[in-house]
């Protein structure tokens, strides 16, 4: 009689689910036509049902990816409901200030080159992109994606929510296995502002930083997995994804693999240790390398790490420098600026934004983000200069070092521009969920006094 009412139980609880994720989806759907519907009346997109298919994809691929976890079920199907209501309000106030869907020019050219490529281009073609755009394969992205679901600028922001949400979930599954923090952390990355703005448009840096936890996330499985079989697939479908990921941004994606694969050399009895480092220690040791490598050397490096674009993003940093004002004071240079580095973090990760270029929502939306973005992540950066912590081998090779030297790579080549640092915040938000320094009200405090002391130096410079 006891197990005949349990099952009961958990069967109505079971329904009941099942009824809630229905009305979420009828939800979703509903909002989608919104949007949908706004853009083919104020903005000339087309109107395609295809759009409403990819979201149903979608959301039954969440609810398959997390079929073991409730409370990461939870929390995505509510995320993607939010993310779309987000979209909804973005889309139909911009008719009413910007009086454009696009926030950047890169945006907006993403969307161009592949709307007129859908249209007027067959499918089965060469393409031929300068060395210098390698890492701009995102055209082709959309002009698939758009062949496939419709061509409407809503597709790239839709399928970016999709990897927003993907990235939440694959991290979860990997690292946030302790009870006390991982909901935090989750409920960090997937909320964090400057990553849903960027989901909003058709940009290439949400997608990316997926490739990037999905490396690491296949590595983490492989480490996990018994049969030797099984463990080089993983690791095969690793290397496919680096590959894949450097026509995004080159050579990221191989670092990850890369100290991925030193790990797996270690030995057993490393393997199996929980070390006590001082990010900042390594911080340094990894750029005082970095820099010799780059400066104290008078050839190039033929690999994936000194290719022809990272040098000519280097060259438009010197010319940024020269136009900087106060900022350029944060610039690394050569190795002996190396004293600047825990000071570059900061301006790498978000420098301070101009609080008198908001003329529209778009930049309004923007600067808003940021200002909260900093403030979330400022003492993260902060707990980097003043804590040690206990971490485990594996996560130090998988996520702190290469994220502390493509870290050390915007630092010397950051041109500026926020978004060539966006897929690097997951990692980020995940190692200051080590130190637990992910607490709202004290980051909001120490981001208003940097924010305050800034905008004092506005006042008062002249």
Known sequence: MFYTSQNKFENNISIKSKENYFFSLMILLIIDLLI????????NQNFDFRMIILNIIVFFIILLLTKNDILLRKISIKALVIF??????????????????????????????????????????????????????????????????????????????????LIGILIKKAFLNTPTSNKRALLFILFFPDLIVFSMFEFKDILFSFLCVLIVFLFKKALSSNGIIKKFILIFLALIVAYYSSWYRVGVGYVYFGTSILYLLLPKKFKKRTLIISPLFLLFLITAIYLTLIYLKN??????IFEKKFLAYFELSNETILQSG??????IRNISDIYKVPLGMLFVA????????????????????????????????????????????????????????????????????????????????????????????DSILFGSTIYFLYFLFLLFRN
């Open 36 to 43: 949908i519907g706004i853009t083919f009346l104020g903005f």
């Open 84 to 165: 779309h209501i987000i979209l909804l309000l973005i889309i139909s106030l911009n008719g009413l200030s910007a009086g454009k869907l696009t926030l950047f020019q890169d945006d907006f050219s993403y969307n161009k080159w592949a709307e007129n490529s859908a249209k007027t281009l067959p499918f089965f073609r060469q393409i031929k992109l300068h060395y210098f755009f390698k890492g701009a394969y995102y055209f082709r992205f959309l002009e698939i994606a758009y062949r496939i679901f419709g061509i409407n600028t809503l597709v790239g922001r839709f399928l970016n929510i999709f990897f927003l949400l």
């Open 299 to 304: 050839i190039y490096i033929n690999s994936f």
């Open 326 to 331: 106060f900022l350029k004071l944060f610039y």
């Open 350 to 441: 978000y420098s301070p934004i101009n609080w008198f270029s908001s003329k529209t929502l778009n930049f309004f939306l923007f600067s808003i983000s940021r200002f909260f973005s900093f403030s979330l992540l400022a003492p993260i950066f902060f707990s980097l200069l003043t804590k040690k912590c206990k971490i485990k081998a594996d996560e130090l090779f998988l996520i702190f070092f290469p994220t502390l030297f493509v870290l050390n790579i915007l630092i010397v080549t950051n041109i500026g521009v926020l978004r060539h640092f966006i897929f690097l915040l997951p990692f980020i938000i995940l190692i200051g969920n080590k130190y637990n320094s992910l607490k709202i009200k």
